[in-house]
């Protein structure tokens, strides 16, 4: 069946096209564009025009497309910025305008759900005793970093414990480090990180994350982490997927990308321009999490929320 998944988030309008079976999905398209659709949100409570306009232009062009390789469903998900907008209609009718299918605003736990399902589906089908000798050992905690909010998911076979808290790169990046200065001085990073740990002691109250035997990140912040751990000279999507970063490399990167000028992370190969100015706060959020919850590595994933979504239009 070949259906097309659309994830439009605070910072990027996401789309999959994809033949999906009983056990695997086959990509057609996977495509990301950067739209910063959550520009302002925290400051104004508002979807700014301009950013609706470009997230617009994003979406027709995903809609043409959809039309040329013929899927046979849509299924349009939005997350935290639109969940945190006042004028939020505005968005829907657009949406629903060029994809004539209503745009599904969903909560942070169905966000969290939808991420899992995509993150470890492939990760089930590998057996830790043979074809994988270190793991990956279920439970699963999939973390899904993203511009506006965080998902934390545990679970094996299934979701079983599922958070969305307010720390994303961009949320953050516009709080704390928009006039900083280049790098950002400790004082703006220390407010960063008292954010993040906040958010931590919600979820670990409230999400059994310490039972979890295996750390998954998800989205751009972390993959783009993972791609200058590996000293990519280029953005290499299966280079990247189900890599294993050890909290050293995590710890490494972080302290890297927060010590450079603006310039000096635009010019690394695996840098997608929108991301130049939030990364910092992305990777900040990676860090935070394998130091509070001790985990000595994280398997990176480049399949997410797409692929949950992709997955749900064949139930």
Excluded at 96 to 106: A, D, L, S, T
Excluded at 137 to 162: K, M, N, Q
Excluded at 196 to 210: F, G, N, Q, S, T
Aim: proline share 4%; charged share 25%.
């Amino acid at each position: 069946m070949r259906v097309a998944a659309v994830d439009c988030g605070t910072n990027s309008v996401r789309m999959l096209i994809a033949d999906v079976g009983e056990e695997r999905i086959d990509d057609v398209e996977r495509l990301m564009e950067i739209v910063r659709l959550g520009q302002g949100v925290d400051r104004t409570g508002r979807l700014a025009p301009d950013a609706l306009d470009r997230t617009f232009k994003a979406m027709r062009a995903y809609r043409e497309l959809i039309d040329r390789h013929g899927a046979s469903a849509i299924r349009v998900v939005a997350t935290s910025a639109t969940r945190d907008a006042a004028n939020r209609e505005e968005f829907v009718a657009g949406v629903r305008e060029i994809f004539g299918v209503e745009p599904e605003v969903v909560s942070g736990a169905e966000e969290a759900e939808l991420s899992f399902t995509g993150a470890t589906r492939g990760l089930l089908r590998l057996s830790p005793e043979t074809e994988v000798p270190q793991g990956p050992l279920p439970p699963y905690l999939v973390v899904d970093i993203g511009g506006g909010s965080t998902e934390f998911v545990v679970g094996s076979e299934h979701a079983e414990a599922a958070l969305s808290v307010d720390v994303g790169c961009v949320r953050l990046t516009e709080r704390h480090l928009k006039d900083a200065g280049d790098p950002a001085p400790e004082r703006a990073l220390e407010a960063v990180v008292a954010d993040i740990e906040a958010a931590l002691d919600r979820v670990e109250a409230e999400v059994p994350v310490r039972r979890a035997r295996t750390l998954v990140g998800l989205a751009g912040s972390v993959t783009t982490v993972a791609g200058v751990a590996l000293d990519l000279p280029a953005y290499d999507p299966e280079r990247i997927h189900h890599a294993r970063l050890s909290a050293e490399q995590v710890h490494d990167v972080t302290r890297r990308l927060l010590a450079m000028t603006h310039g000096e992370r635009a010019a690394l190969g695996v840098m997608h321009p929108g991301r130049v100015d939030v990364i910092g706060a992305g990777a900040l959020i990676l860090d935070r999490i394998v130091r509070r919850f001790a985990f000595s590595q994280v398997i990176v994933s480049e399949h997410d929320i797409l692929d949950g979504i992709a997955w749900s239009l064949t139930r």
